[in-house]
């Protein structure tokens, strides 16, 4: 075995064992010893890159393609530019790792990405599809058209999307949280309400809060029990006052005027914020919702 391969299997033991810096010095040693040694450039520019370094790592793939060119190293430089925010270049290896490699999945990918972030919304479709014939069931790809559909309004299409991966990943949180979303926007309102208030049991994001708050409860000392209780006071009273003044408008026949639906609104979102810090997500989220069916209906009628 030579010095040079040598170097270069020390460098992948220590990159194993997470030693990054002392993997760095076995490959630069490789290089050393034999500057055509093409592998240790290629591990550099990735563990460079790992490191956040994107422009010392795009010199060690820069000196690996002078060496001999792949679609692999191509992509590798593409998503260093692409970090970089410099989405020509990018795009330029990009397309040179798909002449070499067709079917290169995460360069379609990329690309597509790449297209809907430069507001080239047709070719990121296109290159979205190229995706999903490749590998249809690829969760990026569904998440890319989902938001691509959703940010050109097109949500109907979005909804189909999310539905078809959710045939395939029912218990996927992103995607149910995006579905949910969608719904939202075509004012199925009772029907996102239901997949949140599933959620709001179910996802870390939804149930976190909940469960710090129950965890402060049990752990708080008498002084805290005063805030919880206040807390059920406020929820009870403000309740109250809305109902009356809803029930005062009937009385007189009348609809509420600008200034009366402003501050039924800010009763709305304050009964949700209040439920939500008792610990009652279902609730929080019911108030939530309940604001945007009032101002929703509010909007549509003459």
């Known amino acids: ?63 690996a393609l002078d060496l001999g060119q792949d679609a692999a190293i191509y992509f590798n430089m593409a998503g260093e530019f692409f970090r970089l925010e410099k989405f020509k270049e990018a795009e330029s290896y990009l397309i040179k790792a798909l002449k070499l490699e067709r079917k290169m999945v ?18 990121a479709e296109i290159y979205f599809k190229n995706v999903l014939t490749l590998d249809k069931n690829n969760r990026m790809a569904h998440l890319g058209m989902c938001i691509l559909k959703s940010e050109t309004e097109k949500y109907e299409e979005a909804l189909g999307i999310a539905d078809r991966y959710l045939s395939l990943s029912p218990e996927d949180i992103s995607f149910r949280d995006l579905k949910a979303g969608l719904l939202l926007k075509l004012n199925r309102i009772d029907d996102s309400l239901d997949l949140y208030t599933d959620l709001s049991k179910k996802s870390e994001k939804f149930t976190s809060f909940t469960s710090h708050l129950k965890q402060a409860k049990q752990e708080a000392g008498r002084e805290y029990e005063k805030f919880f209780a206040q807390t059920k006071d406020k929820i009870q009273e403000k309740n109250t006052q809305l109902k009356q003044k809803i ?18 609104m800010k009763d709305l979102v304050d009964l949700s914020l209040l439920h939500l810090f008792n610990g009652d997500s279902e609730k929080a989220l019911k108030y939530l919702f309940h604001a945007k069916k009032v101002n929703q209906n509010r909007q549509t009628k003459p």
């Open 1 to 63: 075995m030579n010095q040079a391969h040598q170097y270069f299997k020390q460098g992948l033991l220590a990159e194993k064992a997470g030693k990054k810096m002392e993997a760095v010095k076995y490959y630069q040693e490789t290089v050393k010893e034999d500057p055509s040694y093409r592998p240790a450039f290629q591990n550099l520019g990735a563990l460079y890159s790992e490191m956040g370094q994107p422009d010392l790592a795009l010199g060690f793939y820069k000196q």
């Open 106 to 123: 995460r360069a379609h990918l990329l690309l597509a990405y790449l297209y809907g972030k430069t507001d080239r919304q047709s070719k």
């Open 247 to 264: 029930e005062m408008r009937k009385k007189e026949s009348r609809k509420a005027d600008e200034s009366e639906h402003k501050e039924d």
